[in-house]
């Protein structure tokens, strides 16, 4: 099941109870006191959503990367739960796939391309979601100022752009260079990282490459699900 | 809830994981262990042991006369006294006439074997003090059959040894008696060989005139009372010595050889009348005739198997060494399992923990890339 079909099937069911309402109104954006009060009722993992979106939210940012210390560590599935959280609060998403792109292309694509809007590309899932899957793109991954470019005219927009990022190292070991280019596009990335399953120099070694890549690492969310009895652990 | 629960329950989840993902290297060496305990139980030799109970109370007159306050003095006695005996029980002495009757037995071809039969035999057998007055025997052995009777026989050797004259004890002056036979057996046996060497062809005759020249330059002759006023002739002592031997120097070397066997005689004498003829006994209690031998010792019905504890204790370091295995392994790893282990790693704060989270497919929910 691809990312598109998965979003768009109706299985993600984070925020779906008492957010009806907010959802049938895609212009309505919950403010800081809602998202706090819905953080104090929610300790699930819908709510340690909501704790992430107030962290963005708290520093002012519209292009929120995700990223993972390696391959297989839960990034796919936290970006598309965190672009729902976000469309359940009236904010609307664009959730971008770079998750499968190896690096960027050089060159500018078609002038079709260059022109066109990020969310051109983009697949209307619900009311608030857009998936854009760069790989999906006819004429290919645009290049690097393209994909800004494409970035501020959605931002521009009033949209909130969730990208789901490469790995910052890949499965052999050296630094990726699609991470590297579209995570310094974004205003903040969080590292996902498996509890348990990285060691203090492995998470030393990807933040340094994010230094040098100039992405801006602001957060790490913890994934606990393969641990045991996680549902016990301090949110 | 405070930090230090949270923390408490990070650390608890974190040793959960850990068993979670390292039970296959803790296992390991356990079940290797197990293996090895089975095969040991199985294939271990069985050790059986055979048991007699003494009661020293009744033979302990002076100890037992001890008040009740001092009773830690009374252990303190009876365990020298039980001391005593062990090591008398097990001195070479006792031990070599009784090897030969117990069962089992193969006499030794080389003086080694018959070292180590000793030394096996001491360590067989125990002796205990149970209770303050009550002597445990314990006589182990591979083999039941037999192992009754032989601690049967050790118990009457030693009852014979603290109740009976004991040939191998000696008083003060029957040592000292023993020691002078020893020195007059050697003065003979010097004169003796120095006599032959002389070359004569009647012993008995140099011996007579050794003994008159003796009496003649001592002022008496062996059983005559010396007169005190008596005169040595020179001339008749010459023929003696010249009798004895032509040649002057062999003539004296005897006559210094007999007064030194003389001497050794003498001592003698003066010892035998001190030694007297009394018995003696491992006299370690004061009324050994008291002592009550619980039930006659039987052989063993059940086995010990040593390779049990053996095992058991294999097993315990195995299961240590699994556990020191998994925390080497995951020192080396050095996972990051705790909120704070994530903040100092990478300088920025943890923002959300994610559980499970729902997902349209069959699969992990965050395990796809």
Known sequence: MSLLERVGSGHM?????????????????????EIDADLAANSDSAGQMTKAIAFA?????????????????GVSTISQHLAQSYASFGKRTLLVDVSKVSDLPSEASSGAQANAG?????????????????????????????????????V???????????????????????????????????????T???????????????????????????????????????? | MSAGADLIREQGIAMMDIARRRWKLFLVPVVIAIALALLAVRFAPTKYVAESLVLLSGANRSVAALNSNNSWQQRASAVEQVNAIEAWLKSDQ?????????????????????VGQMRAFRNALSLELVGGSVLQIRLEGSKPKGLGRDLEIILSRLMEGL?????????????????????????????DNAIHASGTNDPAAVIRDLRQLSGMTTGSLPGMRSSGASQVDPQAVEELRRRISNDPSVSRHLEQLYAARQRAQAALDAMRSQAGGRSNYVGIFDAPDNLLVIG??????????????????????SILLGAALVFAVEFLAGPLRTRKDFEDALGVPVIARVGHLPNGSDAPPAQSA
């Not at chain 2, 004991?166 to 003979?188: T, Y």
């Open chain 2, 163 to 191: 109740t009976g004259p004991e040939q191998n004890i000696f008083s003060a002056p029957q040592f000292v008696l023993m020691q002078r036979g020893d020195e007059l057996a050697a003065a003979d046996a010097a004169l």
């Open chain 2, 94 to 114: 006792v031990l070599a006439p009784l090897l030969p009757r117990l069962s089992g037995y193969k006499p030794a071809t080389e003086p080694g074997a018959r």
């Open chain 1, 118 to 154: 990020l969310a051109d590309y983009a697949t209307l899932i619900s009311g608030n979601v857009g998936v854009v899957d760069l790989l999906g793109i006819p004429s290919g991954p645009p290049n690097e100022q393209a994909l800004r470019a494409m970035f501020a005219v959605a």
């Open chain 1, 196 to 235: 348990g399953g990285v060691s203090a120099s492995e998470l030393k070694a990807c933040h340094a490459t994010s230094d040098v890549a100039g992405v801006n690492i602001a957060g790490i969310i913890l994934n606990d699900w393969h641990l045991p009895l996680h549902s016990l652990l301090p949110a």
């Open chain 2, 296 to 317: 006659r010792p039987a052989d063993p019905v059940v086995g010990e198997s040593k390779g049990r504890k053996l095992a058991i204790a294999g097993v315990l370091a």
């Open chain 1, 156 to 194: 521009e927009q009033g949209l909130t752009i969730i990208v789901d990022l490469p790995p910052i190292v890949r499965a052999d070991g050296r630094p990726s260079p699609a991470f590297a280019t579209v995570g310094a596009l974004c205003d903040i990335a969080f590292v996902i990282c498996p």
């Open chain 1, 57 to 73: 939210k708290s520093k002012g940012a519209s292009i929120i990367g995700l990223t993972g210390t390696g391959q297989s560590v």
């Open chain 1, 13 to 33: 069911q984070v925020r779906q109870q008492g957010r009806d309402a907010s959802q049938g109104d895609p212009a309505r954006i919950m403010d800081e006191t």
